[in-house]
């Protein structure tokens, strides 16, 4: 288990640290991570807030190939979670970025993704309408 960062001193490192490669380094490092544990819900449960940190760093780096990756193989945990607005939100970053890089197999993934996650929301709206109908 990695410490999670404390807001404060991430604000306070991110104003002072002008090189990039740190927040490089961390996004490469927590998209391995995702990779490899991408179906170990408790050890994401326990890096989420680091996870996120390091896809908004990916964002506002620009580093495409980077948000491609990590949003395809962060989706199932987000998914599974219940959090589909983050992850329509993610999806959104990886379909632009693999769209940039004329990534055709990301394309494809992130789309796949996407009416997965249509078919996961709608089928939990309905869920949700018919119980309150019981």
């Not at 490669?21 to 991408?38: A, F, G, W």
């Not at 680091?50 to 990756?69: G, P």
Request: with cysteine; hydrophobic share 40%; glycine share 2%.
């Amino acid at each position: 288990m990695h410490p999670q960062l404390n807001k404060a001193i991430a604000d306070y490192a991110k104003e002072k640290l002008t090189d990039k490669k740190p927040y490089q380094r961390m996004v490469d490092y927590l998209v391995s991570y995702v990779i490899k544990h991408k179906e170990d819900y408790p050890s994401l449960e326990l890096e989420r807030s680091n996870i996120m940190a390091a896809l908004q760093a990916a964002f506002d780096l620009e580093m495409e190939e980077a948000v491609v990756r990590e949003v395809n193989a962060f989706y199932s945990f987000m998914e599974a979670k219940g959090l589909y607005e983050l992850a329509e939100s993610y999806l959104e970053h990886a379909y632009k970025s693999a769209l940039s890089l004329d990534n055709k197999k990301g394309l494809v993934h992130c789309l796949h993704l996407w009416v997965k996650l249509s078919i996961t929301v709608d089928i939990t709206l309905r869920q949700k309408i018919i119980s309150k109908k019981a």
